[in-house]
């Protein structure tokens, strides 16, 4: 999830949001713009979201800074940040944007490993497979592991 501006905000009699490309002639950019009202009201807050199409990380959100979008009054609340796809990690800055932000992380990495031992009885000769299945929170999906056994 990306916020570049996370609140209560509305398009409704405003310019609304935008999308489109750039490129520099060697990177692209989905850029994404906010031009909404803080709901309820007329105040305005415009900003971007730049979106790298290069295989890399290269996220910025960026705000015009002779016209920050600003703290909403309480009760609105406010996120600025991002967290990976299953919500387990994440970053906000606390406040409201003062400056253009880069969303930074730090690539997965190998895991752990995982052992186990099971007896299995042939009952008769001839090649076959043996399939076993685990879970974890740490990783969406089941994994399975196929082996090979020769029954002599």
């Given amino acids: 999830m990306l916020a570049p501006y996370w609140t209560d905000l509305d398009g409704t009699g405003t310019p ?4 489109g490309t750039l490129t520099d002639g060697v990177s692209d950019w989905l850029v994404i713009e ?3 009202n803080l709901y309820g009201t007329s105040d305005l ?6 979106i790298g199409l290069n295989g890399t990380e290269d ?3 960026t705000y015009d800074p002779d016209n920050l979008p600003g703290d909403p009054p ?11 796809a299953d919500g387990t990690a994440g970053g906000q800055i606390t ?3 003062a ?3 880069r969303v930074s992380s730090t690539p997965g990495a190998p895991g752990g490993s995982l052992s186990y ?6 009952v008769s000769p001839g090649v076959g497979t043996v399939t076993t299945g685990t879970s974890t929170p740490q990783v969406k999906g089941l994994t399975i592991e196929v082996d090979k056994i020769t029954v002599q």
């Fill in 74 to 84: 309480a009760g609105y609340g406010l996120t600025v940040g991002a967290e990976n």
């Fill in 99 to 101: 400056e253009d932000l």
């Fill in 16 to 19: 609304g949001v935008y999308a």
């Fill in 95 to 97: 406040g409201p944007p």
């Fill in 34 to 36: 906010w031009r909404v």
């Fill in 59 to 61: 996220i910025t959100y």
């Fill in 117 to 122: 031992t099971m007896k299995i009885k042939g």
């Fill in 45 to 50: 807050k415009v900003f971007q979201q730049w």
